[in-house]
């Protein structure tokens, strides 16, 4: 029958369950939507990337030439050119010298960071060894979230100005054509890497 404690128990139970599966919702949304902010940076920075390179490999560790390795956040190739990247995506102004043995960030948080340019000899030089017929320039990265008022050292770029006279006029289809010449040399780049072809990233270390 239609006993009044049961219908009371069950309308009670229907209205928390709606309630804990609209709370989850909102929070999932808003994990979601966290997540895409924090994100956002670092997409843009894959995107661009990719478009402005003719090949990629992120994220690598190549030989040192002294049975250690040295790490590189991005290797790109364009114009048989290697770009050896150090990427960072700080927020706020920026202050450093190519003497300070210390970096600052001045955002919602100060954040010191060790000079990026005093590892770059290492990754440029681990590079040339391995691909000696290439031009190899260094190039220090920001996101668009910092700016230098104090000015920046040659070499350290906001990523828009190292991306915009690469950027490539018309819609890239498909995966950019090197010459016969290079392609082998990239691959060598990638074997040292650990990259297989195809690939940006290297395989894990089991």
């Known amino acids: 029958g239609n006993d ?9 139970w229907l209205f928390w369950s709606m309630a804990g599966a609209a709370a989850l919702t909102v929070a999932v949304a808003i994990a979601v939507t966290l997540w895409l902010r924090a994100t956002a940076a670092r997409r843009h920075l894959l995107l661009t990337l990719r478009e ?7 994220d690598v560790l190549l030989p040192d030439g002294m049975g250690g390795f040295v790490p590189v956040d991005a290797l790109l190739l364009r114009d048989r050119q290697i770009y050896v990247l150090d990427i960072h995506d700080l927020e706020g102004a920026i202050f450093g010298a190519e ?12 954040r ?11 990754r440029v030089a681990a590079v040339r060894q391995v691909v000696p017929e290439l031009a190899v ?3 220090i990265l920001f996101t668009s979230r910092g700016h230098f008022p104090k000015g920046r050292p040659d070499g350290v770029m906001l990523l828009e100005e190292f991306a915009q006279p690469l950027l490539r006029s018309g819609e890239r289809k ?5 010459g016969t010449d ?8 990638c074997q040292a890497a650990n990259v297989p072809a195809g ?5 894990p270390i089991r």
């Open 4 to 12: 009044p404690m049961t219908q009371t128990w069950y309308g009670g």
């Open 52 to 58: 402005i390179g003719d090949r990629l490999l992120r």
């Open 99 to 110: 003497k300070m043995d210390v970096w600052t960030a001045m955002g919602r948080r100060r």
């Open 112 to 122: 010191q960071f060790n000079n990026p340019l005093r590892l770059m000899h290492d």
């Open 137 to 139: 320039q260094a190039r």
């Open 174 to 178: 498909g995966p950019v054509t090197i």
């Open 182 to 189: 290079v392609e082998p040399i990239w691959m060598r780049l």
């Open 199 to 203: 690939r940006e990233t290297p395989l």
